[in-house]
């Protein structure tokens, strides 16, 4: 979410707002093109997305699924027989973390866990005949048991941030600066590039250079006679570790609060054609040029024959315009001041958005038909009635301002605003399991809707599917040889907002460990029926995404269960999420909080711009800050954070065998017994051994 005070920069508005059902046109690399995209209103996004054969599967039938069984299965098998699990020898993983305010304590905890991944993966588990853990092994080998795979011996690391600029808008500008060091850059706009810099000044880590990803090559038998990586070797393992956690260090905490957690990874990874940048003409977005930086870093980062993962940190929810949405116009909605307002505040949605049948959610509130914004309907003769006074402050159709603050321009927005400017999440699964996609020119009709998502407009090679991959603008980009990677080699993890009670075998147990296999009813509690198009049922409260507290009055049809912590309770009165709070209308219940290891001084300047409890914040009187003897709320901070990141779960859920999902709210803050022996649920231990195990099948075996 926007926090003005973490580096956003008001630039100003535009003059008039031009929004037609039809939108405009656009250009794209010199091609016309006209676009919109409405997640709510994606035909192919709520029915199913196409396998690898051009089959459609509906998304709600993936849950539970093996991989064997995936979009690939099948291929070259007859009579019924399951192939041969996809298996590889090296991986690439890429980090997307979230630069936005308030990660920093969850980077720290990243950084000190992260060697439990690193050390898993060259020195893997000894195995028992149960497969059980008994030991790490050494050198590749076990004193007792079976090595469980080949320890991993070519591995490239790499770092994306959640930041992708303001995107036609006036936030997120490119050169805003680090209010807590006002030497350095905010890093609103990493592009979706690879990031290396590191520690306080950001210097980037010499093993990363030219193309900001480490490589992990020792010197063993495996390696001989390979071709050396493209950046330098590294052979230590603690080299790897302390280069790896010195990067994590330097992402900071001063990024977009637009954050875009899968447009960054799709950005690099998949996107045949990544743009340059965003260019308003009036007020019409066209996406210029390509990214050249992407293109060289992509391909030598991304191998074609290596398992890929993408582990997701985050804090909240992703909130990403997409340019060519509603003709050209998706910047509006990412703006400070809506175009074309009298009160600066964004057209209201009508009437028809807010009324929800429980028993018909698929056809009516932000799902019927005739959801639309109060912008198209000016001459509609029923518009008193479609689209009523809003607050005190509200007029003509448009929000009162203090229902429509910037920081939470992303949230329901089909039901609050009647459009829908974001990628439907059938774009990152069809990236992530699908052998081709559409580039920039096909992925929105001339009627302004995201079509992306149709095998028809899939006219390129993926590039996680592709042999090799072009370096340079000038190359051909689309028209790619096919690569030996499988989508069984493809991962998606989600280190986000989920209360680790709802992945725990026993919640009631603090120090229970994450379960093994997330069930199909775990799954429900998690993210609902269907999410993205405003169907909860079956969800826990604590991850319904509210500026409300959660009290049944509240809530949208077929939440389990209720808030029972009221504002005013005490602050320990929910072991979930503290209690609910008054968020008067600028942010958004927590799915779950969690003790920091050590309390910060939200008034110490290297805090600037991203503690939750300065002085005045809008979470300054939340559980997270300490309170005085007197029991007034301090400017110190004792608990972190985290929101709902239901689309990150989606993703995972929908990737069956191939998601793997842990809680950003860790099980334990401080190591038990001194880290002696190792603490399992320390930090994101407990993410760092799902995603291993969901791994062990695809890589090579002893």
Request: aromatic share 6%; charged share 15%; net charge negative.
């Amino acid at each position: 979410m926007v926090r003005r005070d973490a580096g956003a920069s008001i630039l100003g508005a535009a003059a008039t707002f031009l929004v037609t059902a039809c939108g405009g046109s656009s250009v794209r690399g010199g091609t016309p093109d006209s676009g919109t995209s409405d997640v709510s209103s994606s035909g192919s996004a709520s029915s199913g997305f196409a396998s690898d054969d051009g089959a459609t599967r509906n998304l709600s039938d993936d849950a539970g699924r093996s991989a064997e069984t995936g979009p690939e299965a099948g291929a070259g098998a007859s009579d019924g027989a399951l192939p041969q699990r996809a298996i590889a020898s090296k991986v690439d993983l890429l980090f997307m973390i979230d630069n936005s305010a308030s990660m920093g304590d969850k980077q720290i905890l990243l950084a000190e866990s992260v060697p439990e991944l690193i050390g898993r993966l060259a020195n893997p588990n000894c195995i028992d005949a149960a497969g059980n853990a008994i030991a790490h092994s050494q050198n590749g080998q076990c004193a007792q048991g079976q090595i469980e795979f080949t320890p991993v011996h070519d591995m490239h690391i790499g770092i994306v941030t959640s930041s992708l600029g303001g995107r036609g808008s006036d936030q997120c500008a490119a050169g805003a600066l680090n209010p807590a060091n006002m030497a350095l850059p905010a890093h609103n706009d990493d592009r979706g590039e690879l990031v290396n810099r590191s520690g306080p000044s950001e210097v980037g880590v010499a093993d990363a250079t030219p193309s900001n990803f480490l490589a992990w090559f020792p010197s063993v038998p495996d390696n001989q006679g390979k071709p050396l990586p493209p950046v330098a070797a590294v052979t230590s393992a603690t080299t790897l570790v302390s280069d790896f956690a010195s990067m994590i260090a330097g992402i900071h905490e001063h990024g977009c609060g637009f954050e875009a957690q899968n447009e960054a990874w799709y950005r690099f990874l998949v996107q045949p054609d990544p743009f340059d940048h965003v260019q308003l003409n009036g007020q019409t977005a066209a996406l210029v040029g390509i990214d050249s930086v992407i293109l060289k870093q992509r391909a030598d980062f991304l191998r074609p024959d290596s398992l890929v993962a993408i582990i997701v940190v985050t804090d909240e929810n992703e909130g990403v315009a997409d340019p060519l949405a509603i003709g050209g116009q998706g910047w509006v909605l990412a703006n400070s001041q809506f175009p074309g307002s009298p009160n600066n505040a964004a057209a209201e949605g009508t009437i028809e958005c807010q009324r929800q049948d429980p028993n018909n959610l698929a056809t009516t509130g932000p799902n019927d038909p005739n959801c639309t914004s109060c912008a198209f309907i000016k001459s509609d003769p029923n518009f008193a009635t479609r689209c009523p006074k809003d607050g005190a402050s509200g007029v003509s159709g448009y929000l009162d301002p203090m229902n429509d603050q910037i920081n939470l321009r992303f949230f329901n927005q089909k039901q609050r605003f009647g459009i829908s400017v974001g990628y439907p999440l059938a774009r990152y699964l069809h990236g992530l399991t699908r052998p081709s996609v559409p580039d920039s020119a096909h992925e929105h009709d001339s009627t302004g809707k995201y079509i992306g998502d149709q095998d028809a407009n899939a006219n390129c090679l993926n590039p996680l599917f592709a042999a090799t991959l072009p370096t340079s603008p000038t190359a051909e980009l689309c028209a790619l040889q096919r690569g030996p990677r499988s989508s069984e080699l493809i991962y998606y993890a989600a280190i986000a907002g989920v209360p680790h009670q709802l992945l725990q075998v026993d919640p009631t147990n603090p120090d229970s460990p994450q379960k093994g296999t997330i069930t199909d009813a775990d799954w429900l509690k998690i993210t609902g029926n269907d999410p993205e198009h405003y169907d909860v049922t079956g969800a826990d409260f604590h991850m319904v995404e509210s500026w409300l507290p959660r009290a049944a009055v509240n809530l949208p049809p077929g939440v389990v269960n209720v808030a029972t912590c009221p504002p005013g309770s005490s602050d320990s009165c929910d072991p979930i999420s503290g209690r609910e709070w008054d968020t008067k209308g600028g942010d958004l219940q927590f799915a779950c909080i969690f003790a920091l290891p050590q309390p910060k001084d939200c008034t110490a300047p290297q805090y600037a711009g991203a503690c939750d409890c300065s002085a005045n914040g809008p979470s300054q009187t939340t559980p997270l800050c300490q309170k005085s003897s007197s029991g007034a709320y301090t400017q110190t901070q004792i608990y972190g954070k985290a929101y709902p990141s239901l689309r990150e779960m989606v993703i995972a859920h929908k990737m069956r065998s191939q998601g793997i999902v842990s809680s950003l709210c860790p099980i334990h803050v401080t190591p038990a017994n001194g880290d002696s022996p190792p603490d399992p649920l320390y930090a994101y231990r407990p993410a760092w051994q799902a995603i291993v195990d969901h791994f062990a099948g695809s890589l090579r075996g002893p």
